[in-house]
């Protein structure tokens, strides 16, 4: 699909990669974009739709859509890490998975009718490489991701007859506020949003933003100790 007169939803789009990726939408010519955020008062740019837009209550994803019945592009960013262990964060993991995982689905099944009737459109996820790889403390978000990932490939054949392109993003660390504690090699938003955005102009169903991501993936046919040497 084309950006350029489109009409866009992007959720979680207060701050970091969401808000970079309202901006980027402009530039490209979107006639309209939706910044989805818990708390509308938080958009501030006078050139976008506020919406308000909480991914893990029904309730509110249900009236959003109702709201936002011309979209044509929509834009699952919304997400939370919480730095949960497997031994001791069971509510942590609960948010986790409801969020990222849960809230995603929620959100892409009830703008699915909407893309539907304003001609296909598009959805784009924004997984991560923490989909295909697990460290300690990100054990509850990788087990999100992996359960959006899944959820992406089922949606991805489901919307097909409809003529909704469904692309997966896969991303290591943003230099956004969520990756502010890491050290090392992280992404500018901008960046990860015009390779994700040129994917949906050229049709592709999966965008891996960076080397780390391209890695991992092609890692995966391989001996899992080559993954987790730690474990090796």
Do not use: C
């Amino acid at each position: 699909m084309k950006i350029n007169g489109s009409v866009a939803l992007v959720t979680g789009a207060n701050r970091g990669l969401g808000k970079a990726f309202t901006e980027a939408l402009l530039a490209r010519g979107a006639s309209k974009v939706y910044a989805a955020a818990r708390d509308a008062a938080s958009i501030n740019d006078p050139r976008v739709v506020p919406l308000q837009l909480d991914i893990t209550d029904p309730t509110s994803v249900a009236a959003a859509a109702k709201q936002a019945a011309d979209v044509q592009l929509l834009v699952n960013n919304a997400g939370i890490a919480t730095g949960a262990s497997v031994l001791d964060g069971d509510e942590a993991l609960r948010r986790e998975m409801d969020t990222n995982y849960f809230g995603t689905v929620r959100v892409a099944r009830e703008f699915a009718p909407v893309l539907a009737a304003n001609g296909g459109g598009a959805i784009v996820n924004v997984l991560s490489v923490l989909s295909w790889f697990s460290l300690p403390t990100t054990a509850g978000y990788s087990a999100s991701k992996a359960a959006a990932w899944a959820a992406t490939n089922a949606l991805r054949q489901e919307l097909h007859g409809q003529g909704t392109l469904v692309t997966g993003v896969h991303i290591g660390y943003i230099d956004t506020d969520m990756a502010a504690h890491v050290d090392g090699p992280k992404v500018p938003p901008a960046d990860v949003v015009a390779q994700v955005l040129d994917g949906v102009e050229e049709g592709l169903p999966e965008v891996l933003a960076d080397d780390l991501s391209r890695q991992v993936k092609a890692g995966l046919s391989g001996d899992l100790r080559s993954l987790y040497p730690a474990v090796a």
